[in-house]
């Protein structure tokens, strides 16, 4: 079945605590993104890559990094999380007809 | 700039009602345009989507046809189920790197 797969789907943690939340896509894709979702600020991007060993910020980097080592992996990382991180993270990969999304990491920052 | 709106939630409509939830894009050049819904507790699936100007998208009941003259992409069906309650996102692309999202708009449907 062709699917994005996050994990963890839900992560408390402290605030300082560096932590990284996976993405893998079976699909081939070349280009994947991470967004994030706020209630009232709707769905947010927060980094790309169009390729392997290609990354790009999105409108919303700051406090965040991603790698992407293979193309089917593309992790986020959060290296001193804070509570303003508080959210619900989406992974999302395709080509220029539509993207498939992962089912979210709901992350609380405490 | 480039953007997309989308009408206001949330919406609720009775079984079998019409929906309409109206969005419009500003762009530069000709853009790709998608509607995605996310279901309580779940990621976005993508619903339909046009290429170009006068395509209409269609999937599970849902139409949407790409204006380029009034460059709208409005989502429509004739008769909503409870099973339809979700959020809608309207979205552009105009380059290979670039989603922009619309606000979603909130749908119940109550039996």
């Known amino acids: 079945e062709a699917q994005v797969t996050q994990n963890p789907r839900y992560l408390i943690t402290v605030t300082g605590k560096k932590l990284t939340v996976t993405c893998s896509q079976n699909?081939?894709?070349?280009?994947m993104s991470w967004y994030r979702q706020d209630p009232g600020l709707g769905l947010r991007q927060i980094y790309y890559?169009?390729?392997?060993?290609?990354?790009d910020k999105g409108d919303v980097p700051e406090g965040y990094k991603v790698s992407r080592k293979e193309k089917r992996n593309f992790p986020l990382i959060l290296e001193s999380p804070s509570p303003n991180q508080t959210s619900l993270y989406f992974c999302?990969?395709?080509?220029?007809?539509?993207?498939?999304f992962g089912s979210g990491t709901r992350l609380t920052v405490v | 700039g480039n953007s997309v709106t989308q009408m206001e939630g949330p919406v609720t409509l009775s079984e079998e009602a019409f929906l309409t939830i109206n969005c419009t894009y500003t762009?530069?050049?000709?853009?790709?345009l998608f509607w995605y819904v996310q279901y309580p507790g779940e990621g976005l699936q993508l619903l339909l989507k046009?290429?170009?100007?006068?395509d209409k998208g269609s999937n599970k009941g849902f139409e949407a046809t790409y204006r380029k003259e009034t460059t709208s992409f409005h989502l429509e069906k004739g008769s909503v189920q409870v099973s339809d309650s979700a959020v809608y996102f309207c979205?552009?692309?105009?380059?290979?790197?670039?989603?922009?999202f619309g606000p979603g708009t909130s749908l119940s449907v109550i039996p």
């Open positions: 762009a530069t050049g000709y853009p790709s």
């Open positions: 699909m081939n894709h070349e280009y």
């Open positions: 046009a290429t170009k100007a006068d």
């Open positions: 890559s169009m390729n392997v060993e290609v990354t």
């Open positions: 999302a990969s395709g080509l220029n007809y539509g993207y498939t």
């Open positions: 979205a552009r692309q105009t380059s290979y790197d670039k989603v922009i």
